[in-house]
C-alpha cells in the first residue's frame, strides 16, 4: 500500500511563511501527478497546486507568486513552500499522488492532512 504522510503545517502569522511535507512511501514508486489540495470549513476541497510530470505546474489563481510546490524525486517527498500567507489560506491541506508502485500496480492515495492556521 502506498502511504502518504503530511508535515509542517501549524500555526503562523499573516505574511509569514511555511513549508508543507509531503513522504510518498511504499515499494518501488513512479509518481505520475503529485499535488496539493486544501479544504476550508464549510468550503469544497480545492486544488492548490499539481505538478503533473509533464506539463507546466498547476497553481490556484489566489496562490500564484505565493505557493510552490516541488519534489525530492530520489525521497518521493512532495514539498508545497507558502510564503505572504494570508487568513483565507487557513485550511486542512491534503496530498494527493497517482502513479504506479510494485509490480505495475497503479495508487491514487491520499495523505491524513494537515491543519494551517494564518492569523492576522
Known amino acids: 500500500q502506498v502511504r502518504l504522510v503530511e508535515s509542517g503545517g501549524g500555526l503562523v502569522q499573516a505574511e509569514g511563511s511555511l513549508r508543507l511535507s509531503c513522504l510518498v512511501s511504499?515499494?518501488?514508486?513512479?509518481?505520475?501527478?503529485a499535488a496539493w489540495y486544501r479544504q476550508a470549513p464549510g468550503k469544497q476541497r480545492e486544488l492548490v497546486a499539481m505538478?503533473?510530470?509533464?506539463?507546466?505546474?498547476n497553481y490556484l489563481d489566489s496562490v500564484k507568486g505565493r505557493f510552490t510546490i516541488s519534489k525530492d524525486n530520489g525521497k518521493n517527498i512532495v514539498y508545497l513552500q507558502m510564503n505572504n500567507l494570508k487568513p483565507e489560506d487557513t485550511a486542512v491541506y491534503y496530498c494527493?499522488?497517482?502513479?504506479?508502485?510494485?509490480?505495475?500496480?497503479?495508487?491514487?492515495?491520499w495523505g491524513q492532512g494537515t491543519q494551517v492556521t494564518v492569523s492576522s
Open positions: 511504499g515499494s518501488t514508486l513512479s509518481i505520475n501527478v
Open positions: 505538478d503533473n510530470k509533464v506539463d507546466s505546474m
Open positions: 494527493y499522488a497517482r502513479g504506479i508502485y510494485g509490480l505495475g500496480r497503479m495508487f491514487d492515495s
